[in-house]
């Protein structure tokens, strides 16, 4: 007579070591009921694998690149300013991004969580707008 629980019968719901991943502890279930109906137990054969409670990853903030535009229009020293004022660069590499941006195109001017990212972008874009230049800030996701 075939035994519920032989191991010649594919059983669909077993926990593998390729389902629960590697690193995971694979963890043999205390199989009481089994045990009493099936006359199973430490060295029969029948243990059962359980999953173990797997504790969930504390998630980490998408982190976005906020990026300065270069145009022709919007003077060295104001975008300067900016970098030292809204990204807090010192005035030495505020001027090494700006030329960066003037000779390339674009730079970058921070790493930033989205709120913070989003925020600088538009205090970059405020301060262009009343002064009436056309420069330029937008965020990437990293
Ligand atoms: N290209 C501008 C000029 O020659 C300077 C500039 C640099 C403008 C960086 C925008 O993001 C910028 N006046």
């Not at 700006?98 to 989003?118: F, Q, R, S, T």
């Amino acid at each position: 007579m075939l035994r519920r629980f032989d191991r010649s019968i594919p059983q669909p719901d077993r926990t593998t070591r390729a389902a629960i991943g590697p690193g995971q502890p694979l963890q043999a279930a205390d199989n009481k009921d089994n045990d009493k109906k099936e006359g199973g137990g430490a060295g029969s054969g029948t243990d059962t694998i359980v999953r173990p409670k797997i504790k969930p990853k504390t998630q980490r903030p998408s982190l976005y690149r906020v990026l300065l535009l270069n145009d022709d229009y919007t003077p060295m020293e104001f975008v300067v300013l900016v970098l030292q004022d809204v990204f807090n660069k010192s005035r030495e590499d505020a001027m090494q991004i700006m030329l960066h941006v003037h000779n390339k195109g674009v730079g970058e001017c921070g790493i930033y969580p989205y709120e913070v990212a989003e925020t600088k972008v538009a205090r970059v874009m405020d301060t262009a707008r009343k002064n009436q230049h056309p420069l330029q800030c937008v965020m990437e996701k990293q």
